[in-house]
Structure formats: C-alpha cells, structure tokens
C-alpha cells in the first residue's frame, strides 16, 4: 500500500471537487422540479388522477431515499467519479423516456423508476461522502453549500420548467432537463476525483505532516450498506434522527415541494406565478442551508434541528390562511420564512451521523436520508389523496404541522455523544 504525503497547492482540489459535485448536484434536481408543474399538463392531457400521478412522485421518493445508502457504499467500491455519473446518465434517460409514454405505468417506470434510481445515487449521501473525504476544515460550511445544490436546485429549475412546459409542452421541459442532465457528465468526468491521494494529497484542513492513503476498495456495496444499517438500528439515536427525518421529508420535499403548485392554484393563482414563488423558496434555501452549515461548525446539532423543526411547524400551520388568487405581503413573508428553513436540517443531521457513527456516518446518513424519503412518498400520495377526497389541502398542511413539532422534540432528545456509538464492522 502506497502512503503518499501531504502536498500545499495553491488552491486545494477540494475546492474544484466540490464545485464540479455542485453543478452534479444541480443538474441532478432538475427532472425533480417537474412534478409540481406537471401534474396539472399531465392530468389535463391523459386524464390521470392526481392520486395516480403522486403514486409515480411517491415511487421517485422512495427510491430517491432507498438508494442513497447503496450509492454511498458504492462510491466505496468503485469511487465517487464512476457512479455520480452513471447517475447523471440513467437520470436522463428517465427524462427523456418521459416524451414516449401514453400509460400510467410508464410514468411510473420513467419519472418513478428511473429518475428516482438516478436522483438517489446523486442525494444528500453524495454530498455526504465528498465532503467527508475532502475536507476537514469547513466541513459543515461545504455540506451546506452542496445541500443548497441538491435542495434548492430542484426549486429554482421550477420556473424554467414551468414556462417550458406552459410555452412549449411538457414534453419540451423533459427533453431539456435530459440534455442539462448528460451535459455535465463530462464535468464529472474530468473533474472529480475519488479520494484526496489520487493526487498525492490530503483532505483540505488535514493537520500538517499527515499522511493518508487511498483506503481500498470495499467488495460487496450490498452488503456493507445493510451491515451498517443492522448495526445502526441498535442505536437510539439513529431512530430519533430517522423519524425527524422522515418528518423532514414530509413537510418538504413530499407536501411542499410536490403540492404548493397545485394547492395555490386551487385559490385562483396562476401556476407560473406560484411556480416562482417556490423557486423563490429556493433561493432563500441557499442562505438558510450555508448559515446553517456555518452554525454546524458552532453550535450543538441536536439544538438547531429542534429549532428547525418547531419553525417549520409555526409557518406550515399558518399556510392555509395565506392562499389568495394573487401573492400577498403575508405570503411573501411564509416565502421568506420557509425557505430560510427548507433543508436547514441537512448539515447538522450529516454531523450527528458523523459524530455518532464515525466512518460509517455517510452509509449511516444515507439510511436515514431513505427515511426522508419514505416520509416524502407518504405526504405525496396523502395530500393527493386528502385533495382528491375534500376538495383542498387544508388537512394537509395542519397536519404536517403537529408532526414537526414531534421532528422537533426527537431531535433534542439525541444523546449528547463526542465519541462513537457502536463499532462498526469492514
């Protein structure tokens, strides 16, 4: 086994890595703007009902979430560079295929299946994994930045592929969404690289005079992905951080995310208007995830996901009030509010799965971003369902509420833990 020794670049690669897992991550969270835009195009053209379109969102969900902690126990065996983006390319052909179907299944397939295989491979585990094996210093501030990448890159494609898919159909929308997603491949390519001693140097902060060498490849992704989840089941706080995550996913990407749009038009609103106003979520997402990831690096985890969380809560009870046929100060300032909140929780969760589960933290953390999105799938399906059957959302947004009341109250309970929590196994 080869050790190499710290070298001094001007600008560390760490930077470049995380600019070009950046720009992975914001192509990626393209096709996953559609759904609030499209549900309406798609109702309209082939007659499908809302229950029936959020049960593809819900399939996207759920693999979106499922496979993150197998693509991060992947990017083990055969690095970061190769899977990011084999995912950019299966995240296109989902897209793409989109423009060819005429039955629900093939939505399912395309927009579920696919896109939701690709996206997952490219989640938050990603972002976890780059940032853990490229930085020291700042760790928390670039897990917010890459956050905000995935996150809010999803919010801020919605007006583009909303006038797409007003201006030139929705299958117009799909087509550019594949092209964006194949075109930064090259990027990744070229860019990325798998661990800081391909290049003969060390993660950006390393204390000096450390030496690291390349760990080797892990055989059996599989397996070591379930062996840390058997083995972090046994942890208490790897329960309390799933269930605020599941609530997490809920409220955002699962009810928020998927119904704003449609729930706002609902009041009169147009869809390109209220699309706006969730891409503005987007950009407000930004400065809440990178001072969030700031804070990280300052402030109890456990502490700030409880905030979080009771904040959510507070603007989510207040939103059934605040729909009108137009945008008024009062919704400007759920905007504002929300958006400052959207993923704020990302960067102090990856740090309790750091803290707790040590190198097995980005697995960890991929397991409960698949709680995420189990509870995402769960809201989209049920407030489809709470609108199909009573006619508004009201429901669903009050109930949300209370649930990140519970995030909030799982989240402080967290052991207060400097050391590892369980051992795990190669």
């Known amino acids: 086994m080869t050790v190499q020794t710290r070298t001094a670049p001007r600008v560390h690669r760490a930077w470049y890595v995380a600019a070009a897992a950046f720009i992975a991550l914001l192509a990626a969270a393209g ?3 559609a759904p609030s835009v499209l ?15 959020g049960s593809a969102v819900s399939v996207n969900l759920v693999l979106y979430g499922l496979f993150a902690p197998f693509a991060a126990a992947l990017m083990e065996r055969f690095g970061i560079r190769r899977v990011s983006a084999t995912a950019l390319f299966v995240v296109a052909l989902g897209a793409g295929g989109t423009v060819f179907m005429s039955a629900s299944w ?30 020291v210093r700042h760790r928390g501030a670039v897990t917010g930045v890459l956050t905000a990448a995935g996150s809010t890159g999803q919010l801020v494609f919605l007006p583009i592929v909303a006038a797409l898919a007003v201006g030139n159909g929705w299958r117009t929308a799909s087509l550019v969404i594949a092209i964006a997603a194949l075109a930064v491949v090259p990027v990744v390519l070229l860019v990325v690289r798998d661990h800081p001693a391909d290049l003969g140097t060390v993660a ?16 059996g992704s599989a397996r070591r992905a379930l062996a840390v989840l058997f083995q972090a089941m046994r942890s208490r706080s790897f329960w309390l951080l799933a269930i605020g995550f599941a609530i997490c996913g809920a409220t955002t990407n699962g009810l928020v995310g998927t119904h704003f749009v449609p729930a706002a038009h609902d009041h009169g609103m147009p869809q390109t208007t209220a699309a706006n106003l969730l891409a ?73 799965c750091i803290r707790s589960f040590g190198e097995a933290g980005p697995i960890v953390f991929g397991w409960v971003f698949a709680f995420h999105q189990l509870g995402a799938a769960f809201a989209a399906s049920a407030a489809g369902a709470v609108r199909d059957q009573l006619g508004d959302y009201a429901l669903a947004w009050y109930v949300a509420a209370g649930l ?13 833990s400097g050391g590892r929590e369980l051992t795990f196994v190669a």
């Open 31 to 33: 096709f996953r703007a």
């Open 39 to 53: 549900i309406d195009p798609l109702h309209e053209e082939f007659g499908w009902s809302r229950a029936t379109i």
């Open 106 to 135: 093939e939505l399912i397939l395309c927009w579920g299946v696919l896109v939701g295989a690709g996206t997952g491979s490219m989640a938050m585990s990603f972002a976890a994994t780059v940032t853990t094996r490229w930085f």
């Open 204 to 219: 950006y902060g390393a204390p000096e005079g450390t030496e690291v060498a390349k760990p080797a490849p892990r055989g």
């Open 280 to 352: 503005l979520v987007g950009v407000f997402d930004v400065v809440g995830t990178i001072v969030s990831g700031w804070l990280t690096d300052r402030v109890d985890p456990r502490i700030l996901l409880g905030v979080y969380y009771a904040l959510r809560g507070l603007s989510l009870a207040m939103l059934p009030q605040l729909f009108t046929d137009s945008v008024q100060p009062s919704m400007w300032a759920f905007i504002l509010f929300y958006g400052l909140d959207w993923v704020a929780t990302v960067p102090p969760t990856v740090a309790l």
């Open 404 to 416: 990140a009341v519970i995030a909030a109250i799982a989240s402080v309970s967290i052991t207060r």
